[in-house]
């Protein structure tokens, strides 16, 4: 199975002190590397994922960044990443791995879900917030991602009083975990199995979330 080169990690130690063309130019065999690193890994991801979930697609995605609308110009991504989207509309959650320097991580969840998602999951929260608190306060999830994790409106939203006995989960506009790793974590050779494992422990809120958002408030499919 594929692991995280050393050597990937330094080229990004490298890039983050040199994110200038110039640099990039003359190192970009290091990068060419680095990326078929990331996507030789992303593949062997994919192929266990299957055995555990259905996955439709993998993205490994570009270190070039768009500067257009953006104060930070600097032309390059300090991260090598890659994504899973799940297969068909009633697996809902998309799997996400981060590779930086210090900063490694992988997550999933629902980044920017629409109003109509969004709403659908308040009006759940709203009349059983029970099922999914104990997905968030269930041991394994706590061990592996700590809390539930994502942007939060400063009070309750529209329709739903402020001391609501669910505000808390009520005021997420996000609904994201995630779980951080060690540089050394990331090189060893048991990375690939820990970044299944991670991602495995999502699937309780991941199935909680999919049944939400295929049914109606009366529990009948809508997909």
């Given at each position: 199975?594929?692991?995280?080169?050393?050597?990937?990690?330094?080229?990004?130690?490298?890039?983050?002190?040199?994110?200038?063309?110039?640099?990039?130019?003359?190192?970009?065999?290091?990068?060419?590397?680095?990326?078929?690193?990331?996507?030789?890994?992303?593949?062997?991801?994919?192929?266990?994922?299957?055995?555990?979930?259905?996955?439709?697609?993998?993205?490994?995605?570009?270190?070039?960044?768009?500067?257009?609308?953006?104060?930070?110009?600097?032309?390059?991504?300090?991260?090598?990443?890659?994504?899973?989207?799940?297969?068909?509309?009633?697996?809902?959650?998309?799997?996400?791995?981060?590779?930086?320097?210090?900063?490694?991580?992988?997550?999933?969840?629902?980044?920017?879900?629409?109003?109509?998602?969004?709403?659908?999951?308040?009006?759940?929260?709203?009349?059983?917030?029970?099922?999914?608190?104990?997905?968030?306060?269930?041991?394994?999830?706590?061990?592996?991602?700590?809390?539930?994790?994502g942007e939060q409106l400063k009070?309750?939203?529209?329709?739903?009083?402020?001391?609501?006995?669910?505000?808390?989960?009520?005021?997420?506009?996000?609904?994201?975990?995630?779980?951080?790793?060690?540089?050394?974590?990331?090189?060893?050779?048991?990375?690939?199995?820990?970044?299944?494992?991670?991602?495995?422990?999502?699937?309780?809120?991941?199935?909680?979330?999919?049944?939400?958002?295929?049914?109606?408030?009366?529990?009948?499919?809508?997909?």
């Amino acid at each position: 199975m594929a692991h995280i080169a050393a050597t990937s990690l330094q080229f990004l130690k490298d890039l983050s002190a040199n994110n200038h063309r110039d640099w990039f130019n003359t190192n970009k065999k290091h990068y060419e590397l680095a990326q078929s690193n990331m996507k030789s890994f992303g593949n062997d991801l994919l192929q266990e994922m299957n055995k555990i979930d259905h996955i439709d697609t993998l993205k490994v995605h570009r270190i070039y960044r768009d500067v257009r609308f953006s104060k930070d110009k600097t032309p390059y991504k300090r991260n090598l990443s890659c994504s899973m989207v799940r297969a068909t509309k009633m697996l809902r959650g998309g799997y996400y791995l981060h590779i930086e320097p210090g900063d490694s991580f992988l997550g999933g969840g629902f980044w920017a879900p629409n109003k109509e998602d969004l709403a659908r999951i308040r009006k759940e929260i709203d009349f059983d917030a029970q099922p999914l608190r104990d997905i968030i306060n269930n041991k394994t999830f706590k061990k592996t991602f700590g809390t539930l994790q994502g942007e939060q409106l400063k009070t309750a939203p529209k329709g739903y009083p402020k001391d609501h006995e669910n505000v808390d989960l009520l005021r997420y506009k996000q609904f994201l975990v995630m779980q951080q790793f060690k540089d050394e974590e990331v090189t060893a050779p048991d990375f690939l199995q820990k970044v299944v494992a991670g991602f495995q422990a999502m699937r309780p809120f991941f199935d909680y979330m999919s049944e939400v958002l295929t049914t109606d408030e009366n529990g009948i499919p809508i997909v």
